[in-house]
């Protein structure tokens, strides 16, 4: 038991890689397995932490790939994502800039022995964007291809007024929502570091009068 949640992070990182060929392939057989295989590695990302919590199973090991599989398993979905045009380049320059700051800022806290915690905006982020992935990878694997944001091809008609097209069309505004949450994590976050840059600069002025 005491290894589980970090065999199940490690399973993760495993399955990003065979997602992110399978998105590669661009074909809608490849698009159903690799929705199958993200909705599984989505579970484990709720169950190795759920799992580490409840049964103390905490340890540095299990935080390190717990938050690299964890990032490493969206950025690179996208970044796949980005290569068949199924996503735009800013919407992952913009999740990718938050990941790179919220990292930063988590450096810091720790450095002077602080936890900036995790907030709303960040919780709702992550759950809007594992959704958007899922649903997009879904609609994929269905056919869709003709009622698209990403390129933008957004035409009502017979042939787009169907599931598999407007399922696509919805993955792509939760890809917009995702983004937009993202913006605000990333805010929350730069917030709640404030007061720990406000006491280092104090305590940086008190020391230059000593």
Same mark, same amino acid.
């Given at each position: 038991?005491?290894?589980?949640?970090?065999?199940?992070?490690?399973?993760?990182l495993i399955?990003?890689?065979?997602?992110?060929?399978?998105?590669?392939?661009?074909?809608?057989?490849?698009?159903?397995?690799?929705?199958?295989?993200?909705?599984?590695?989505?579970?484990?990302?709720?169950?190795?932490?759920?799992?580490?919590?409840?049964?103390?199973?905490?340890?540095?090991?299990?935080?390190?790939?717990?938050?690299?599989?964890?990032?490493?398993?969206?950025?690179?979905?996208?970044?796949?994502?980005? /290569?068949?045009? @199924?996503?735009?380049?800013? *919407?992952?320059? &913009?999740?990718? %800039?938050?990941?790179?700051?919220? !990292? +930063?800022?988590r450096s810091?806290?720790?450095?002077?022995?602080?936890?900036?915690?995790?907030?709303?905006?960040?919780?709702?982020?992550?759950?809007?964007?594992?959704?958007?992935?899922?649903?997009?990878?879904?609609?994929?694997?269905?056919?869709?291809?003709?009622?698209?944001?990403?390129?933008?091809?957004?035409?009502?008609?017979?042939?787009?007024?169907?599931?598999? /097209?407007?399922? @696509?069309?919805?993955?792509? *505004?939760?890809? &917009?929502?995702? %983004?937009?949450?993202?913006?605000? !994590? +990333?805010?929350?976050?730069?917030?709640?570091?404030?007061?720990?840059?406000?006491?280092?600069?104090?305590?940086?002025?008190?020391?230059?009068?000593?």
């Amino acid at each position: 038991m005491r290894n589980v949640p970090n065999i199940l992070s490690i399973s993760r990182l495993i399955s990003t890689v065979i997602v992110f060929i399978l998105v590669l392939v661009d074909q809608p057989w490849a698009y159903l397995v690799a929705t199958v295989l993200f909705a599984l590695s989505a579970v484990t990302d709720y169950l190795d932490g759920y799992l580490a919590r409840r049964y103390n199973l905490v340890s540095p090991l299990g935080v390190f790939l717990d938050l690299t599989a964890d990032k490493v398993f969206v950025v690179s979905i996208l970044i796949a994502m980005i /290569e068949v045009h @199924l996503v735009s380049s800013w *919407i992952v320059f &913009i999740i990718v %800039t938050r990941e790179f700051m919220v !990292s +930063g800022l988590r450096s810091v806290a720790a450095a002077r022995g602080k936890v900036i915690p995790a907030g709303k905006w960040g919780k709702q982020k992550t759950f809007i964007t594992l959704i958007a992935i899922g649903v997009v990878l879904l609609a994929k694997g269905l056919g869709a291809h003709l009622l698209s944001l990403f390129p933008w091809q957004v035409a009502f008609n017979s042939q787009t007024l169907v599931f598999n /097209e407007l399922l @696509l069309f919805i993955g792509d *505004i939760f890809l &917009i929502v995702a %983004t937009i949450w993202t913006i605000f !994590s +990333g805010i929350e976050y730069t917030v709640g570091a404030i007061p720990i840059f406000r006491e280092e600069i104090k305590e940086e002025k008190q020391n230059s009068t000593i």
